[in-house]
Nanobody
Framework: QLQFVESGGGLVQPGGSLRLSCAAS????????VVWFRQAPGKERERISC???????TYTDSVKGRFTVSRDNGKNTVYLQMNNLKPEDTGVYYC????????????????????WGQGTQVTVSS
């Protein structure tokens, strides 16, 4: 399983913004799709966004119009720009490789992965 390092989380007020980073560790990201997951307190880890190697993107309904996923292959990094943050966006954010290139029928889910990075904590609170 490919390894990534997540960063960029923090405490932000509702309506604020954060940009998360997902850096590939020990391999070249160019040909891989990357999927973002989020685990809110007391809830299961959910898939929220994906970007394929050809830069096709997908989003779960709750973040559409607010979150934007992008990639910089030169920096071996995928980003998740999060705007207009809401308290329900609070959680730990993780990224993983998506071997289906962001397929939606069916999409990869958290149970497909045995190992996880440390994630990055996002807290949206006033």
């Amino acid at each position: 399983q490919l390894q990534f390092v997540e960063s960029g989380g923090g405490l932000v007020q509702p309506g604020g913004s954060l940009r998360l980073s997902c850096a590939a560790s020990g391999f070249t990201l160019d040909y891989y799709a990357v999927v973002w997951f989020r685990q809110a307190p007391g809830k299961e880890r959910e898939r929220i966004s994906c970007i394929s190697s050809s830069r096709t993107t997908t989003y779960t309904d709750s973040v559409k119009g607010r979150f934007t996923v992008s990639r910089d292959n030169g920096k071996n990094t995928v980003y998740l720009q999060m705007n207009n943050l809401k308290p329900e966006d609070t959680g730990v954010y993780y990224c993983q490789e998506d071997p289906t290139q962001c397929a939606l029928a069916p999409p990869v889910v958290a149970g497909n992965y045995a190992y996880w990075g440390q994630g990055t904590q996002v807290t949206v609170s006033s």
